[in-house]
């Protein structure tokens, strides 16, 4: 035989809080007169004084009432803790959030906040408690994002390379210079994705001094695109590299030079280069400008291919990590090879140098400017 659950209460027989108790609660909670003080020293005060009035206030209607003064002073202690329990509970307040919300982060809940209304030293310990909190749940989210992107960027190359060689094995197909290289490919299509996970490493540590010298520009831009057409170590690989792309460079003054970190700056154009050589159409041209820049030492250089550029929505977060526009790539969408990581790493390597890199307007194709502020 069962009966019906008594009224106010819950299945297991314990009651729960009646609205005008939950009302209660949260008025109480909500209660902090003190708040407009900006200093604790001020509501510390601020309660000595009013509690020494209350007291002198009884003693004073003892006296006018002939009442004994021991029961004054007992009521004077009470109203005296009372009205101190009353003010002290607002004041203790965003101290008590802190400790609920360090819980919660200590079991990996960064969302919890602590609500800001005094404007004391409590209260900008509050704010800087919020801040902290905010930049702890980034940089979980960070984490969290950098180990699945990561995840994913190693499964399809592995997955690639293992279904080649299994091909091999299984006598599926020939070990010939196709399928050969296409193991390769994919080999180092992991080996540029380890770099740029071991640059994100130094980025992370802080670790990366800054080594900038003056140098010639002609010369050193000769360098980095005579490594992207004899070994490939920057467009696509030894094995893909694409012949159909023409690299042209224009320095202007001829005996242009500029001051920055070599190695630092080989990153910039060569990712640049690599990703304007991918996406240009098939005999199309990449183009590479030097001119000065608006100060002793400084360099405006330019990046330009004949793709089919980058959408005006994705032009403000191409530079952010495993990021991608969705533009195909002349070998179709998806084809590129890429790690999603080369200009979030020439974006560092710009801004370590004092400098800007921006996705600029052209009339057809991909323009990306870098400028670079000289000595500092």
Avoid at 18 to 28: G, K, M, S, Y
Avoid at 59 to 87: H, K, N, P, Y
Avoid at 120 to 149: K, P, S
Wanted: proline content about 5%.
């Amino acid at each position: 035989m069962t009966f019906p659950q008594q009224r106010n209460g819950a299945a297991d027989g314990t009651r729960r809080p009646t609205l005008a108790a939950r009302a209660a609660r949260r008025v109480w909670a909500d209660i902090r007169p003190l708040d407009p003080v900006r200093s604790i020293k001020g509501k510390l005060a601020l309660l000595v004084i009013v509690s020494v009035f209350l007291a002198t206030g009884m003693v004073v209607v003892a006296i006018r009432s002939e009442t004994q003064i021991r029961i004054i002073m007992v009521f004077s202690m009470i109203a005296s803790l009372l009205f101190m329990q009353f003010l002290a509970h607002g004041l203790t307040a965003p101290l008590r959030d802190m400790t609920a919300a360090a819980r919660a982060m200590a079991s990996g809940d960064y969302s919890r906040r602590v609500e800001v209304n005094s404007r004391d030293e409590i209260g900008e310990l509050a704010a800087t408690f919020n801040q902290m909190a905010a930049d702890l749940e980034a940089a979980d989210r960070h984490r969290r994002e950098l180990v699945a992107n990561v995840s994913h960027e190693l499964r399809t190359p592995i997955a690639a390379l293992r279904a080649v060689l299994e091909n091999v094995v299984d006598g599926v197909v020939q070990p010939n210079q196709a399928t050969l290289g296409a193991a390769l490919e994919q080999t180092e299509r992991l080996g540029r994705l380890v770099t740029h996970l071991l640059d994100l490493s130094k980025i992370d540590d802080g670790v990366v001094d800054l080594d900038a010298r003056p140098f010639e520009v002609r010369e050193f831009l000769d360098g980095v695109l005579r490594g992207v057409t004899v070994d490939g170590a920057t467009a696509g690989g030894a094995f893909s590299r694409r012949g159909d792309v023409r690299l042209a460079l224009e320095v202007s003054p001829a005996g242009l030079t500029g001051v920055a970190d070599p190695e630092r700056l080989h990153q910039v154009v060569a990712n640049l280069v690599d990703n304007a050589c991918k996406h240009s159409p098939p005999g199309g041209t990449v183009t590479v400008r030097a001119r000065p820049g608006d100060g002793p030492g400084a360099l405006l250089l330019e990046v330009e291919d004949e793709g089919p550029g980058i959408p005006a929505a994705d032009r403000s977060r191409v530079f952010e990590r495993f990021s991608r526009s969705g533009t195909a790539t002349a070998q179709g969408p998806g084809s590129d090879g890429g790690t999603g990581l080369g200009l979030a790493i020439a974006r560092w390597a710009v801004d370590l140098h004092g400098g800007r890199i921006e996705v600029a307007e052209a009339a057809h194709g991909c323009r990306i400017e870098v400028r670079l502020p000289g000595p500092r």
